[in-house]
């Protein structure tokens, strides 16, 4: 969600979780299920993970969701208003 919408601090993304009935729906999250710590957050962030390729793992199943659907083709690819051959 941090990523997604722009939020950069732990700390808020515990806040909007905590009032935004979407966020936790994205979550898998009832509206009576306690909200991690934020703390908690940014322990995983920094020490779970460390080490792990799990960011690249999550953004290619992703791409290749995409794919998978017709949603891109992978041929073509937009940087910073750059024209690239993928």
């Known amino acids: 969600i941090g990523y997604l919408f ?3 601090s732990e700390r808020q993304i ?3 979780i905590e009032v935004n009935v979407a966020y936790r729906w994205f979550l898998g999250l ?3 299920d306690k909200i991690p710590d934020a703390s908690t957050l940014s322990q995983n962030r920094r ?3 460390a ?3 799990i960011e690249q793992t999550i953004f290619d199943t992703i791409v ?3 794919i998978g659907h017709g949603l891109i083709g992978g041929r073509v690819f937009y940087s910073d ?3 690239l051959k993928a």
């Open 64 to 66: 290749e969701q995409a």
């Open 51 to 53: 080490g792990t390729d």
């Open 81 to 83: 208003s750059t024209h």
């Open 30 to 32: 009832r509206l009576t």
């Open 6 to 8: 722009g939020i950069r």
């Open 47 to 49: 020490r779970r993970f």
């Open 14 to 16: 515990v806040r909007e």
